[in-house]
């Protein structure tokens, strides 16, 4: 069945470190990626998407490309603050089935 | 700011007992899906709502019922409840002009006794 399968966390990195999160996905069609961040006590909130190979999300100095032929979603950032600390889900859907599958979550910390 | 609303934030029951769970969208959004986010997991889904209708179920007992009204407001409904059900239930809608994409309200936190 489709999956999504993030790196395991915790990660901890300093302030300005650079940010990278694996994600990688199994799907039988042509699925859209996601990243969602969730803060401390809240909801989801949607930090960038893509919708088909080859294309890049970016939101806050986040960014993440579709890879079909590695069938991966990295979510990136060049120079990380502690005010990224959260906790961020990588998830897909497929067309017309419009239910996301996330992966476990990957929880990062940010240290000043 | 998504627009989706949801009430009770935290709620405690006990074993057995039934709740009620309410979300509230914006309007161009016909579409509400509800998902179950245990302690430490990922979301999963439980099911999708399109005009009142249920439109997809995730792998999630006939106790888990919803609701959806023409003022796009839902409900999520779990029966006898279970240790198990304790868990974040998070609501979200996705408008009608971008179908691929959903947004999530801020959740309600279920605690079984």
Redesign the interface.
């Known amino acids: 069945g489709d999956s999504?399968t993030q790196m395991e966390g915790p990660v901890t990195l300093s302030e300005e470190a650079f940010l990278t999160i694996n994600c990688t996905y199994t799907a039988t069609g042509y699925p859209?990626l996601?990243w969602?961040v969730q803060y401390p006590g809240?909801?989801?909130?949607?930090l960038l998407?893509a919708?088909k190979a080859d294309d890049k999300g970016s939101n806050k100095g986040f960014e993440a490309t579709y890879r079909k032929e590695t069938t991966s979603f990295h979510l990136e950032k060049g120079s990380v603050q502690v005010s990224d600390s959260a906790v961020y889900?990588c998830?897909l859907?497929l067309?017309g089935?419009?239910?996301?599958?996330?992966?476990?979550?990957t929880r990062l910390t940010i240290n000043p | 700011e998504t627009g989706v609303t949801q009430s009770p934030t935290h709620l405690i029951k006990t074993r057995g007992q039934q709740v009620t769970l309410r979300c509230s969208s914006q309007s161009g959004h016909n579409t509400v899906s509800w998902y179950q986010q245990a302690l430490g997991q990922g979301p999963q889904f439980i099911f999708q709502y399109y005009r009142e209708e249920e439109n997809g179920r995730g792998n999630f007992p006939p106790r888990f019922s919803g609701l959806q009204f023409p003022n796009y407001s839902s409900e999520l409904n779990v029966n006898a409840l279970e240790l198990d059900d304790s868990a974040l239930y998070l609501c979200a809608s996705t408008p009608d002009s971008s179908t691929d994409t959903q947004y999530f309200g801020p959740g309600t936190r279920l605690t079984v006794l």
Do not use: I, N
């Not at chain 1, 809240?42 to 949607?46: H, N, V």
């Not at chain 1, 089935?97 to 979550?105: H, T, Y």
């Open positions: 999504v859209s996601f969602y809240e909801g989801l909130q949607l998407k919708t889900f998830a859907s067309q089935a419009q239910k996301l599958v996330f992966g476990q979550g």
